[in-house]
C-alpha cells in the first residue's frame, strides 16, 4: 500500500557524507521537480489532470452536453421558451454553482457586496426597460412607464431562485451561439475565450443594466 515513505525520501538527512548542498524540494523521491504537482505525474498521467473550460459548450455547433453537466442536473432544452421563476435543475443554489471552479472575492464587483442583494422595484423597472431598449424607438422614461404598468420582469437578467442578485445575473455562463438570439438569456454570451468577462449588457457596460447613473 501507499505511505509517505512511497513519496517522501525521510532517510535524506541520514546519509552521512553523501548529501548535496541543498536538499530536494520536500524530500521527494527521484529526479529534482520545480513545482511538487509534477512529482504526481510519475504515478498519474498528465493528460488525464489538464484544465478544462467549462465554458467550452460547442463542437462544430453541436452542444457539448457532458459540460451542462458541470452546473445543471439534467441537460435543459435550449429551444425551450424561457419560463418565468424556472430554476433550471442547478446543481447549486446562488453563487454556489459558479463557486466550484470560480473565486467569489468579499465586496465584488465595487467594494460593496453584490452577492444576495436584492433588486428593489424601481431598479426591477430600470432592467426591464434598459433590455428592451436597443429593440424599441422610445424615450427611456417612456419605456419605464411601459415597464410598470405592464409589471413586466427583466428577462435577460436572471436572479437566484430567492430573487437575489448572484453571478450569473451579471454574467452570462454560456458559449455563445448555444442560446438561440431571439432568447434574452442569451445577451452577453460570448466565445470560449471571453473578451468581456460575459457581461450581460449593451455595449459591455454591465452597470447600466441595474444602475441609472
Not at 99 to 112: E, I
Not at 133 to 142: A, C, E, T
Not at 192 to 207: D, S, T
Amino acid at each position: 500500500m501507499l505511505t509517505c515513505f512511497s513519496c517522501h525520501d525521510v532517510a535524506w538527512g541520514c546519509r552521512a557524507g553523501q548529501l548535496p548542498a541543498v536538499p530536494k524540494r520536500d524530500f521527494l523521491r527521484g529526479a529534482h521537480v520545480s513545482h511538487p504537482l509534477a512529482f504526481c505525474f510519475h504515478c498519474h498521467a498528465r493528460e488525464d489532470y489538464r484544465p478544462f473550460n467549462a465554458h467550452d459548450q460547442l463542437e462544430a455547433g453541436e452542444t457539448k452536453t457532458d459540460m451542462c453537466a458541470w452546473c445543471h442536473v439534467s441537460v435543459p432544452d435550449v429551444d425551450s421558451r424561457l419560463k418565468e421563476d424556472a430554476s433550471y435543475a442547478l446543481r447549486s443554489k446562488s453563487f454556489g454553482v459558479c463557486r466550484n471552479c470560480h473565486r467569489v472575492a468579499k465586496g465584488h464587483p465595487t467594494g460593496d457586496s453584490h452577492m444576495y442583494a436584492t433588486p428593489s422595484a424601481k431598479m426591477m423597472w430600470h432592467m426591464s426597460a434598459y433590455e428592451i431598449q436597443p429593440r424599441m424607438r422610445l424615450p427611456f422614461k417612456q419605456l419605464l412607464g411601459y415597464v410598470r404598468a405592464a409589471k413586466r420582469a427583466p428577462r435577460s437578467i436572471p436572479l437566484d431562485e430567492n430573487g437575489r442578485i448572484t453571478c450569473y445575473s451579471c454574467h452570462n455562463p454560456h458559449e455563445k451561439g448555444l442560446l438561440p438570439y431571439w432568447n434574452p438569456r442569451s445577451v452577453g454570451a460570448e466565445p470560449k475565450q471571453a473578451a468581456n468577462y460575459r457581461l450581460r449588457a449593451h455595449e459591455g457596460i454591465a452597470c447600466r443594466a441595474c444602475h441609472q447613473e
